[in-house]
């Protein structure tokens, strides 16, 4: 049996993510929005929306240009999660969830630097990372296929997709049928394997994930 967890990043979008939200309150699935600070200061209601209809709000950096862990500048990393927390205010999780950017979903020591995860642990993070990337933005017509082949590979399968203006998310409500059709189960909770930081203390193998840049 496959459990499928689904996760937005880089949004929100004023068009898309109300979509999504839509073709989410349809199957009753729960989900997380790792949202961008640049993009919540302006559109933080549709933060608020996707909260009330009990998903999860996450943070994703602030402006999504540079994984943290090719920033060699001091504070940098720190400023990238701390102005969107503050954006996120009231919206976020007791567990504060923070997902790196990863520069086409590639896990390696890109992800963070020192500075950041040193932060993320002093201030109680929780560390959310992912095991499945169907590439939605490059695929937006043919991501279905590929997040199924993805996701029943897994036993536990956390998925990135995008609520983008690419038109990806057209298909979301034929993925969502096709894997339950499959017997996946949809949850919310992430798998273990992707959560190397949990409320500050390190519960996996983050060391990975960090920059050798001094």
């Given at each position: 049996m496959t459990?499928i967890?689904l996760?937005?990043?880089?949004?929100p979008?004023?068009?898309?993510?109300p979509?999504?939200?839509?073709?989410?309150?349809?199957?009753?699935l729960k989900?997380?929005?790792?949202?961008?600070?640049?993009?919540?200061?302006?559109r933080?209601?549709?933060?608020e929306?996707?909260?009330?209809e009990?998903?999860?709000?996450?943070?994703h950096?602030?402006?999504?240009?540079?994984?943290?862990?090719?920033t060699?500048?001091?504070?940098?990393?720190?400023?990238?999660?701390?102005?969107?927390?503050?954006?996120?205010g009231?919206?976020?999780h007791?567990?504060?969830?923070?997902?790196?950017?990863g520069?086409?979903?590639?896990?390696?020591?890109?992800?963070?630097?020192?500075?950041?995860?040193?932060?993320?642990?002093?201030?109680?993070?929780?560390?959310?990372?992912w095991n499945?990337?169907?590439e939605?933005?490059?695929?937006?017509?043919g991501w279905?296929?590929r997040?199924?082949?993805?996701?029943?590979?897994?036993?536990?399968?956390l998925?990135?997709?995008?609520?983008?203006?690419?038109?990806a998310?057209?298909?979301l409500?034929?993925?969502?049928?096709?894997?339950?059709?499959?017997?996946a189960?949809f949850?919310?909770?992430?798998?273990?394997?992707c959560?190397?930081?949990?409320?500050?203390?390190?519960?996996g193998?983050?060391?990975?994930?960090?920059?050798?840049?001094v």
């Amino acid at each position: 049996m496959t459990v499928i967890t689904l996760s937005f990043d880089n949004g929100p979008d004023p068009d898309v993510t109300p979509q999504v939200l839509d073709t989410l309150r349809r199957h009753n699935l729960k989900a997380t929005f790792f949202v961008l600070g640049e993009k919540l200061r302006d559109r933080r209601f549709l933060a608020e929306r996707a909260h009330a209809e009990g998903h999860w709000i996450g943070n994703h950096t602030y402006n999504h240009l540079v994984p943290l862990g090719m920033t060699t500048e001091k504070g940098v990393a720190i400023a990238e999660i701390d102005r969107t927390q503050a954006l996120i205010g009231d919206l976020a999780h007791e567990r504060r969830f923070f997902r790196p950017f990863g520069g086409g979903g590639v896990l390696d020591r890109r992800l963070l630097n020192l500075e950041a995860v040193g932060y993320l642990q002093s201030e109680g993070y929780t560390c959310v990372l992912w095991n499945v990337v169907p590439e939605d933005w490059l695929y937006p017509q043919g991501w279905v296929a590929r997040a199924l082949d993805l996701c029943f590979a897994l036993d536990e399968a956390l998925v990135v997709l995008h609520d983008l203006p690419t038109g990806a998310m057209h298909h979301l409500d034929r993925f969502i049928g096709a894997a339950l059709d499959r017997g996946a189960i949809f949850r919310q909770e992430f798998p273990a394997s992707c959560v190397p930081i949990e409320c500050g203390r390190r519960i996996g193998p983050i060391e990975l994930y960090i920059s050798e840049i001094v």
